[in-house]
């Protein structure tokens, strides 16, 4: 019992809490961004990662990936948020959840193996030209303030980690975020910010059951979403998965990987969040800031809850 918890969670305490922070950082203007697409308030997106992320940490299937609300899924339901309200979308989360717990106890999630090392291949490529293409809005009609600090986040982002010593030591995305956020504090730099996106939450979530009928027409409303988001949701996970396998050269459980994003969408749902799936940017963050076991999704996701209600002025 004691080795398995040291190998699981203890093997890499530094690295995996130092990872954890830089994606907890990363996390909320993509949580709240994910809200706005999906048309909800950003304390939803917010509430969910946190859920998932730290759910997530305990039962998933592959250590040192990172789970949270995504764009992808929240696509899948801008229409329903839209036609039926926020109570349809978290009784559609709950189902959602249940459809792929579904799926792991099937074996679906061993079907991985059969897709093509170009069809990960293509799928990283696709999602990085659509990360940058989603940031240009923000380099645009903006002071020569906004340009600078890019460039400078840049390049401490890609050559700290040459510095003797302590180049190795803390993650340099950290360093970036934590350097360029005092900077731009003590000049007053008239530059967007995170608070700018949404409002961000001031109470911890509780437990909500969604008030919506419980018969067939609620059934049928829902079905065709929760499938839809049970299905995307794991198909990203799991070529997420394969990707994290690759960089740390070892291997995962892709059928608990389906149970646990189930686990994880039931608890964002009875908290008040959507659902989630794994992200390959923050998971990919992770693993190039050292996370390597669960400790680094559970220091993410407890962080990111203190900072937006504990410490949203700082935010």
Same mark, same amino acid.
């Given at each position: ?57 305990? /039962?998933?299937?592959?250590? $040192? ?6 764009g992808? %899924?929240?696509? =899948?339901?801008? *229409? !329903? ?10 009784a ?48 645009t ?14 390049a401490?982002?890609?050559?700290f980690?040459?510095?003797p ?12 975020i934590?350097?360029m956020?005092? /900077?731009?504090?003590?000049? $007053? ?7 700018? %996106?949404?409002? =961000?939450?001031? *109470? !911890? ?33 799991m070529?997420?998965?394969t ?6 050269d ?22 008040g ?31 990111l ?11």
């Amino acid at each position: 019992m004691l080795q398995s918890l040291k190998n699981t969670w203890l093997f890499n305490i530094r690295g995996d809490v130092l990872a954890g922070l830089v994606v907890a950082l990363a996390l909320i203007p993509e949580a709240i961004a994910f809200s706005i697409i999906a048309g909800v308030d950003p304390k939803i997106g917010l509430y969910a990662s946190f859920c998932i992320a730290v759910v997530i940490a305990f /039962v998933g299937g592959r250590p $040192g990936m990172i789970s949270a609300a995504t764009g992808a %899924m929240a696509l =899948l339901m801008v *229409t !329903l948020v839209k036609n039926h309200g926020l109570e349809y979308l978290l009784a559609a989360t709950l189902l959602c959840g249940v459809l792929q717990i579904g799926a792991g106890y099937l074996k679906l999630g061993s079907l991985m193996r059969f897709v093509s090392r170009s069809v990960v291949t293509g799928f990283v490529n696709a999602l990085a030209i659509l990360i940058f293409m989603a940031q240009l809005p923000e380099l645009t009609n903006v002071s020569w303030h906004v340009y600078a600090m890019t460039a400078t986040g840049l390049a401490i982002i890609y050559l700290f980690p040459y510095v003797p010593k302590i180049g190795k030591v803390i993650p340099s995305p950290l360093v970036c975020i934590l350097s360029m956020t005092a /900077v731009a504090m003590v000049l $007053g730099l008239d530059i967007r910010t995170v608070g700018d %996106m949404g409002e =961000l939450p001031d *109470t !911890l979530p509780i437990f909500l059951w969604p008030d919506v009928p419980l018969n067939l027409e609620t059934l049928a409303i829902i079905f065709p979403y929760a499938a839809a988001l049970a299905v995307v949701g794991l198909l990203e996970s799991m070529m997420t998965a394969t990707i994290v396998d690759d960089l740390t050269d070892t291997t995962s459980d892709k059928n608990r990987e389906c149970k646990g994003q189930g686990v994880a969408n039931i608890a964002s749902g009875l908290l008040g969040g959507m659902a989630g799936c794994a992200m390959i940017g923050q998971s990919v963050i992770n693993v190039k800031s050292g996370g390597r076991g669960r400790l680094s999704c559970l220091t993410a996701g407890v962080v990111l809850l203190l900072m937006v209600v504990f410490l949203s002025d700082w935010v």
